[in-house]
């Protein structure tokens, strides 16, 4: 079946604007996760979403950073004035269930000029 | 505050060889370990994984080492193949609700040389 998707696969934008990155996670899976990596970074927790739970915001660096999760499938991640310092690798994962192997999709590169 | 430390940034392996890479944690709440492969241009995909439970979990040419007193686990990769080239991430959770999330250590870069 289908994996993760995300768009757009790349994204330039200018400092001060905002941008909004999507992720269609795997059919059926309850919990979807955002991370980035920054360049010669690990992966960077950002937030959760399971079920119809409260999300997991405990990752988000700055409340310029917000996501929602419509009808508990598409996800989307919106930065807001974004700053050069948010240029990173976004990544969307969704598991069937929560505490175990996550799948990802391939990400969605961000840069701020 | 890394909670999940990939000390060697980066690792070459004769083909054939055997590849180890390291991984050391600090937080005691984390009870599940995960091994991630990450080719560039590409989200990470699971390889494998090991309860706190066990010491070991093997999977083909894939074994993890969990040495819980340590807090360190360890990939052994046997034999390495060129396809075996990529970034290797160490991640762990905690299977208490609220806890789920991953946290990832920084990579350790594998280069398998024919």
């Known amino acids: 079946g289908a994996g993760v998707s995300q768009s757009p696969s790349n994204k330039v934008t200018e400092k001060g604007k905002d941008v909004e990155l999507r992720c269609d996670p795997i059919?059926?899976?309850?919990?979807l996760y955002w991370y980035r990596q920054s360049l010669g970074q690990g992966l960077e927790f950002l937030i959760y979403?399971?079920?119809?739970?409260?999300?997991?915001k405990s990752g988000l660096p700055s409340d310029r950073f917000s996501a929602e999760r419509t009808g508990g499938s598409v996800s989307t991640l919106t930065i807001q004035r974004t700053q050069q310092e948010d240029s990173a690798v976004y990544l969307c994962?969704?598991?069937?269930?929560?505490?175990?192997?996550?799948?990802f999709g391939p990400g969605t590169r961000l840069t701020v000029t | 505050d890394q909670q999940v430390k990939q000390n060697s940034p980066s690792l070459s392996v004769q083909e054939g060889r055997i590849s180890i890479l390291n991984c050391d944690y600090t937080?005691?709440?984390?009870?599940?370990f995960l091994w991630y492969k990450k080719y560039p241009a590409e989200g990470p995909t699971f390889l494998i994984s090991?309860?706190?439970?066990?010491d070991k979990n093997e999977d083909g040419r894939f074994t993890v080492f969990l040495n819980k007193s340590a807090k360190h686990l360890s990939l052994h990769i046997v034999p390495s193949q060129p396809g075996d080239s990529a970034v290797y991430f160490c991640a762990a959770s905690a299977i208490s609700p609220g806890n789920e999330k991953l946290t990832f250590g920084t990579g350790t870069r594998l280069t398998i040389i024919p």
């Open positions: 937080n005691s709440m984390f009870d599940y």
């Open positions: 979403f399971q079920g119809n739970s409260a999300p997991d």
């Open positions: 090991i309860s706190s439970i066990k």
């Open positions: 994962a969704s598991t069937p269930r929560t505490g175990y192997e996550q799948y």
């Open positions: 059919s059926g899976h309850t919990a």
